[in-house]
C-alpha cells in the first residue's frame, strides 16, 4: 500500500534485516506468540498460522496431547515452524533437517535464542538422512513440506515409513490433492487419516497401512 508523502523531514527508517522477509508466530505452547524470521530465501514457504492451528489440533486429538513422550522429525525444516511448534508444546525430540546453509544457521539461532535443547539441526540432503536415521530411535511425527513440482513426496515417503513408531503419522503439505481419484502410486502403501485445504495448498496426515492405525 502506498503512503503519502509528508512535507515534515522524519528521521529516515531503519534499514530491513538483510535477507528478512517476513516472520510467523509459533501459535501454542510455552513460546507461544514467539516471532521466527522467515528468510528471502528460494522455496521458502512457511506453513499459514491457521492451518498450522488447524493440523495441531488434529494431532492433540490423534495424540490424546500427550506431547512430552513424542519424538518428532520435521524434513524440509526451512524456517522450522512446525518442528518448534512441536518442541514449544513439549515434544521430547525434534530432529530438523534443512540443506540451505543460510536457513539452516537461522534454525541454529532460533533454537539458541529458545533454549531449545530437545531439538537437534542435521544439515544435507532429506534422502540421506532419511535413510540414515532409519537406524535411531522411531519418530511418532514426521513434517513433509517439501518444494512443490519436484516430486520429492514420491521420493521421500517411501523413506518415511521405516522412520515410524507403532501408530506413528506424516504430516504431508501439497500443491496436489491426495484424495483425487488419480492417487500417485506411493500413495498405495499410506492411509489418509485426515486432510484439508487452504487456497492453493492441500494438506494431510497419513498412516502407513503396515503399521497400526490410529482412529480419526
Known amino acids: 500500500m502506498s503512503k503519502?508523502?509528508?512535507s515534515k523531514a522524519g528521521p529516515k527508517p531503519a534499514p530491513a534485516r538483510a535477507?528478512?522477509?517476513?516472520?510467523?508466530?509459533?501459535?501454542?505452547?510455552?513460546?507461544?506468540?514467539?516471532p521466527l524470521p522467515v528468510?528471502?530465501?528460494?522455496?521458502?514457504?512457511?506453513?499459514?498460522?491457521?492451518?498450522?492451528?488447524?493440523?495441531?489440533?488434529w494431532l492433540n486429538h490423534l495424540f490424546d496431547a500427550h506431547w512430552t513422550s513424542l519424538h518428532c522429525l520435521d524434513l524440509f525444516a526451512g524456517t522450522g515452524v512446525l518442528g518448534f511448534e512441536a518442541a514449544s508444546r513439549g515434544a521430547a525430540r525434534v530432529v530438523c533437517v534443512e540443506n540451505n546453509p543460510v536457513v539452516l544457521r537461522q534454525l541454529e539461532v532460533n533454537k539458541e535464542k529458545?533454549?531449545?535443547?530437545?531439538?537437534s539441526i542435521l544439515r544435507g540432503d532429506v534422502l540421506f538422512h532419511a535413510q540414515r536415521l532409519a537406524g535411531s530411535s522411531p519418530f511418532h511425527l514426521i513434517f513433509l513440506d517439501p518444494?512443490?513440482?519436484?516430486d520429492w513426496l514420491a521420493k521421500a515417503m517411501p523413506l518415511c515409513?521405516?522412520?515410524?513408531?507403532?501408530?506413528?503419522?506424516?504430516?504431508?503439505?501439497?500443491?496436489?490433492?491426495?484424495?483425487?481419484?488419480?492417487?500417485?502410486k506411493?500413495?498405495?502403501?499410506?492411509?489418509?487419516?485426515?486432510?484439508?485445504?487452504?487456497?492453493?495448498?492441500?494438506?494431510?496426515?497419513?498412516?502407513s497401512k503396515k503399521t497400526h492405525q490410529i482412529e480419526a
Not at 19 to 34: E, L, M
Not at 39 to 57: I, K, M, Q, S
Not at 114 to 119: P, T, Y
Request: proline share 5%; charged share 20%; hydrophobic share 45%.
Open 4 to 6: 503519502k508523502h509528508s
Open 19 to 34: 535477507g528478512v522477509a517476513n516472520q510467523v508466530r509459533i501459535i501454542g505452547g510455552q513460546w507461544k506468540r514467539t
Open 39 to 57: 528468510l528471502a530465501a528460494e522455496g521458502l514457504r512457511p506453513t499459514p498460522d491457521r492451518v498450522r492451528e488447524t493440523v495441531f489440533n
Open 114 to 119: 529458545l533454549h531449545a535443547e530437545q531439538i
Open 147 to 150: 518444494p512443490y513440482h519436484a
Open 161 to 184: 515409513a521405516p522412520l515410524l513408531a507403532q501408530g506413528g503419522v506424516v504430516y504431508v503439505e501439497s500443491e496436489l490433492c491426495l484424495l483425487d481419484e488419480i492417487a500417485p
Open 186 to 207: 506411493w500413495l498405495e502403501d499410506w492411509h489418509i487419516v485426515r486432510a484439508d485445504r487452504a487456497g492453493a495448498m492441500f494438506y494431510h496426515l497419513l498412516q
